[in-house]
């Protein structure tokens, strides 16, 4: 059996299989890709994810893509320690929770983090940002750095994605307030791994918002899940510049 | 045991429940609502989903919600007839494409769909549609309405959505090209339920891009799903106005 994760370190999309990884404690091949060199969009990485992106599990020559249904599939292969609550119900809720965030929370996290990309986006060659963009398999992935590298998002673009990172704040509060220690309660899931892939985001990019005395639900857990020994292990992870 | 489905009729994301519901021969109350009549956004509703939204699933008292998860729980508790495949692999590829259709296929055509509605919602008295969105609770849901029952979406917004229900059809077109009889090739499953609740949109706001010549292979696969038992149901699960 040989697993091996493409990935740009412990952040985002990338953190999501990598933190299931960890708590399962699976051997994998640490493969992670520069994206300031733009490696996902090299032949070499395409031959395996012809869409470029990241992450991407291979498994005994098989590709996994999409972080949200590369955790599942873990799940699924290897189910001990469980990360999938054994009640269906519960199960129903976990899905709800990381649909949110791939639909809601990450996008809008997306505009806020591709923007700021801008001052470097921006000194690329027109040139050679030309020929970059042309190698972008994914038409939404090369719209948005087109958008990045010539003035960034608009000022209500931003605007917007920041009211929405505030409801995603809410929410996460809400839930914590009426419920923990995990978001499901009192067992640890898939949902905790999927909010915490963007979550540590939050205070930094809306601090009024979002810090001890504002959101004290949200700080607790998130001290929880640094605590955690799997959480310990990421920054190992991190590409090496 | 008993199952009941909230819905508003065999369409969109209420076709995807009621569809799987149908194919596992499953009992349920029918609990049809009238959207013209936001019947979803009454307090009686709310008290079941607060957030005013359909489908949902009332299993003996617990709710169920987002048409993708209610599928997920109906396979983890109804598993007779199955409609995920074993295989991992293919699962994970079954739920790559069930999120697909959530991110971006339903997005788009929401456009498309909630600004065909600015007839109607432009013809509401203004102080009537005022207090109709005061009881929206999902706030993007308000700013749909607002928008739709104000000027509707620009060309800009309009012509954006039409170039990502292309690329919906191609990505359909050539994954039934490459494959088929069904969308991960023999097994019949959840993805193309999914699909089947916003594709047969497509020949008819796209009719340029999607028809028998330009896309045979979706064409043969709206036959197929149309002439299954289960498809031929849903008919009868229509509001009755």
Same mark, same amino acid.
């Given at each position: ?106 996008? #809008? ?21 030309? #020929? ?110």
């Amino acid at each position: 059996m040989t697993l091996a994760l493409y990935h740009f370190g412990p952040v985002a999309n990338s953190l999501t299989p990598l933190l299931c990884l960890l708590e399962k404690g699976l051997q994998f091949e640490n493969r992670v890709l520069d994206s300031r060199k733009w490696e996902h969009h090299d032949p070499a990485f395409r031959a395996i994810n012809p869409e470029g992106m990241v992450p991407v599990l291979l498994h005994d020559g098989r590709v996994v893509r999409e972080s949200t249904a590369i955790n599942e599939y873990l799940e699924d292969v290897f189910p001990e320690p469980p990360l999938r609550p054994a009640d269906p119900w519960l199960r129903a809720e976990m899905r709800v929770l990381t649909k949110y965030v791939d639909e809601y929370f990450c996008p #809008a996290l997306t505009v806020i983090g591709a923007h700021g990309a801008t001052p470097f986006a921006s000194k690329i060659d027109k040139a050679e940002m030309a #020929a970059r963009l042309a190698m972008m398999p994914n038409e939404e992935v090369r719209r948005k750095w087109a958008t990045v590298s010539e003035s960034g998002y608009s000022d209500q673009e931003l605007a917007d994605a920041r009211r929405r990172l505030g409801n995603c704040i809410a929410r996460l509060e809400d839930m914590l307030t009426d419920g923990g220690p995990w978001l499901l309660g009192d067992e640890y899931s898939l949902a905790d791994i999927k909010w915490y892939s963007m979550a540590p985001a939050l205070p930094r990019v809306l601090p009024e918002r979002c810090n001890p005395q504002a959101t004290p639900a949200i700080a607790g857990w998130l001290d929880r899940m640094a605590a955690r020994p799997a959480v310990q292990a990421l920054p190992a992870y991190a590409p090496q510049r």
